[in-house]
């Protein structure tokens, strides 16, 4: 087992990539904690992996609910190895002039502030283990932005550089930061991404520029969260993996 007894975080862990990444983990041999502001996700997850899983209630952006998420971490597991920062929403596809205020405040708090507070609150429990890994999910989104995700591009343009700045300042703590890009994704927010119904007609106008001729699906980005949390790349840090098939060529 690729991860036998690390113990993880895995914020948005209730549904979408999250729950992918969360079952990847637990299937490798990590004890996980399932985070999600939707408790009922949150728990479904967790049943569907059984033992080694807890679920907690936990908004990213509220500093009091990330403090709490890594109190019952180490109160329950007794440490903390990994932290996968993948909880994120966006906007509906549309004119970045009809985005209010209010989704831009939620995108940022959610997208980017959450790496903060997740930083601040994991990191001197990695140390404590002699190092660890932090991998955020980023997005294509970053890196070649689509037209009508402005804001969301934006949110995720941070995440890629803060992935690499915190790469940089957290490498003599034995601390590896990476990035997964995917691109557009068959999750819950698939038709916000899309700004229209999710039908064959449609997925056609989103895949048509996606060379290997699909969307990203939970799987690939559990692969890729497995590898980055795995030993194996320990040399490798600063890293914004796109998981896109061809998509950013």
């Excluded at 993880?8 to 999250?18: K, L, N, P």
């Amino acid at each position: 087992m690729r991860l036998k007894e690390k113990i993880a975080i895995v914020t948005g862990g209730g549904s979408g990539f999250g729950r992918g990444i969360c079952e990847a983990y637990a299937r490798e041999g990590a004890h996980v904690v399932v985070a999600d502001i939707n408790q009922a996700s949150a728990e479904e997850t967790a049943r569907l992996i059984g033992k080694p899983a807890i679920a907690v209630s936990c908004d990213v952006a509220r500093k009091q609910d990330v403090t709490g998420l890594i109190n019952t971490t180490t109160g329950h597991f007794g440490g903390l190895d990994i932290v996968v920062n993948n909880a994120g929403i966006t906007h509906k596809n549309q004119s970045a002039l009809d985005v209010s205020e209010d989704e831009f405040d939620r995108i940022f708090a959610v997208n980017v502030k959450s790496i903060y507070l997740m930083t601040l609150a994991t990191v001197p429990e990695l140390e404590k283990r002699g190092g660890g890994v932090i991998i955020n999910t980023a997005s294509t989104a970053g890196v070649r932005p689509r037209p009508g995700l402005t804001w969301y591009n934006g949110s995720k343009g941070a995440a890629v550089i803060l992935t690499k700045s915190l790469a940089a300042e957290l490498a003599s703590k034995n601390i590896r930061v990476n990035a997964i890009n995917p691109v557009i994704g068959e999750t819950g927010l698939l038709e916000d991404f899309m700004g229209c119904p999710d039908t064959p007609e449609n997925r056609a106008q989103f895949t048509g520029g996606i060379p290997l001729g699909r969307m990203s699906r939970p799987t690939d980005i559990a692969n890729t969260a497995v590898f980055l949390a795995d030993p194996a790349s320990e040399f490798i840090t600063g890293v914004a993996i796109e998981v896109d098939g061809g998509r950013c060529i």
